[in-house]
């Protein structure tokens, strides 16, 4: 079956009129009129009532119309949003995104989206605390662990990964760890969790298994930022994102501690609506934080 012809057949069908459909389809109305006769005979079947005022459907035509008109509504939408997709990203782009992973890694990737695109502007709100997707107005967030709105599309990243660090001068005036028993001897920085007003456990990866290990000390943070300020200040052993302070660790003013036992890691996703997935603007940021290192 023609599928041209089928949409040509719901244009008449929706104007009930040969003069109108021409000139809305930028046909002739010959052109038209043989377009139809030609799927009348493909089909075995009389679509339209012609007479010398109107145009109407047959029962056939009917038929055919209602199968097929929300069926070509869905092919028009599907190419509009191809084309959408295609198309330069511009506009507000507005994420949420844990402090620490947004300065240290949605910072760049932001920044050289919007040199490659002048008519892009981001807004990106960088918090620990857990925002509203729909209520705060955000096209997407970056949010860690598992997923619980099933409204919500998860685009999985790569996980985060958690190391021992202390400094230098830290370790040559107390001491270096060489096991998790060791930690009950040091000054350990530690974070509380904002939403549940704890102290966040340090975890390890022992025979396959994530332990907790409860650990103590003198200066308590409401936020990971200051847990690699901490340490670099030589306050203290702290347990970090690897992408914090993979920059100190090269540069010496952190070393690894406790290597033997992996630090754990943890899920992060970029997450926002169905209606947002063929956003031009959210598909370029998406692609190129996937591409980004950490």
């Given at each position: 079956?023609?599928?041209?012809?089928?949409?040509?057949?719901?244009?008449?069908?929706?104007?009930?009129?040969?003069?109108r459909?021409?000139?809305?389809?930028?046909?002739?109305?010959?052109?038209?009129?043989?377009?139809?006769?030609?799927?009348?005979?493909?089909?075995?079947?009389?679509?339209?009532?012609?007479?010398?005022?109107?145009?109407?459907?047959?029962?056939?035509?009917?038929?055919?119309?209602?199968?097929?008109?929300?069926?070509?509504?869905?092919?028009?939408?599907?190419?509009k949003?191809?084309?959408?997709?295609?198309?330069?990203?511009?506009?507000?782009?507005?994420?949420?995104?844990?402090s620490?992973?947004?300065?240290?890694?949605?910072?760049?990737?932001i920044?050289?989206l919007?040199?490659?695109?002048?008519?892009?502007?981001?807004?990106?709100?960088?918090?620990?605390?857990?925002?509203?997707?729909?209520?705060?107005?955000?096209?997407?967030l970056?949010?860690?662990?598992?997923?619980?709105?099933?409204?919500?599309?998860?685009?999985?990243?790569?996980?985060?990964?958690?190391?021992?660090?202390?400094?230098?001068?830290y370790?040559?005036?107390?001491?270096?760890?060489?096991?998790?028993?060791?930690?009950?001897?040091h000054?350990?920085?530690?974070?509380?969790?904002?939403?549940?007003?704890?102290l966040?456990?340090?975890?390890?990866?022992?025979?396959?298994?994530?332990?907790?290990?409860?650990?103590?000390?003198?200066?308590?943070?409401?936020i990971?930022d200051?847990?690699?300020?901490?340490?670099?200040?030589?306050?203290?052993?702290?347990?970090?994102?690897?992408?914090?302070?993979?920059?100190?660790?090269?540069?010496?003013r952190?070393?690894?501690?406790?290597?033997?036992?992996?630090?754990?890691?943890?899920?992060?996703?970029?997450?926002?609506?169905?209606?947002?997935q063929?956003?031009?603007?959210?598909?370029?940021?998406?692609?190129?934080?996937?591409?980004?290192?950490?």
């Open positions: 079956m023609d599928l041209n012809a089928v949409r040509l057949l719901v244009r008449v069908a929706e104007t009930r009129s040969f003069t459909a021409a000139g809305d389809l930028g046909l002739t109305q010959s052109g038209l009129s043989r377009a139809i006769s030609r799927l009348e005979s493909e089909l075995g079947v009389r679509l339209l009532q012609r007479n010398t005022r109107s145009v109407s459907l047959t029962p056939d035509g009917q038929m055919l119309y209602e199968r097929s008109a929300p069926l070509l509504a869905e092919l028009a939408e599907a190419e949003l191809m084309l959408d997709r295609r198309s330069n990203p511009s506009g507000l782009l507005k994420i949420s995104t844990p620490l992973f947004g300065r240290k890694v949605v910072m760049p990737v920044g050289e919007t040199l490659c695109y002048p008519e892009l502007r981001i807004e990106a709100v960088m918090t620990d605390r857990l925002v509203d997707i729909v209520d705060e107005g955000f096209d997407a970056l949010r860690t662990g598992e997923i619980q709105d099933q409204r919500l599309i998860a685009r999985a990243l790569p996980p985060l990964r958690w190391v021992t660090v202390a400094a230098p001068a370790l040559a005036r107390f001491g270096t760890p060489h096991c998790i028993d060791d930690l009950k001897h000054n350990c920085l530690t974070v509380r969790n904002l939403r549940s007003g704890r966040v456990d340090w975890q390890f990866m022992i025979d396959g298994r994530v332990q907790d290990v409860s650990v103590e000390g003198r200066l308590i943070f409401d990971g200051a847990l690699v300020d901490g340490a670099v200040g030589g306050f203290g052993v702290a347990q970090v994102m690897d992408f914090a302070v993979r920059d100190d660790l090269a540069a010496g952190l070393v690894p501690v406790l290597e033997d036992v992996a630090g754990r890691s943890r899920a992060i996703s970029l997450v926002y609506p169905p209606s947002r063929y956003s031009p603007k959210l598909m370029a940021f998406a692609e190129a934080l996937a591409n980004a290192r950490w």
